[in-house]
């Protein structure tokens, strides 16, 4: 049972590993749309 156990909690730290990966990527993708979007809107205005 413990040689069961083992490959499970390596499978669940690799999937939450790629999670975080994932809403990291997904952060900065969005923080610079959002630097871009503020950029050409400043300069719209002036």
Known sequence: ME???KPERKRKMTLFILLAAACSILA??????????LGSSYQMLG
């Open 28 to 37: 900065v993708w969005t923080l610079i749309r959002f630097i871009e979007n």
């Open 3 to 5: 040689l069961k156990r």
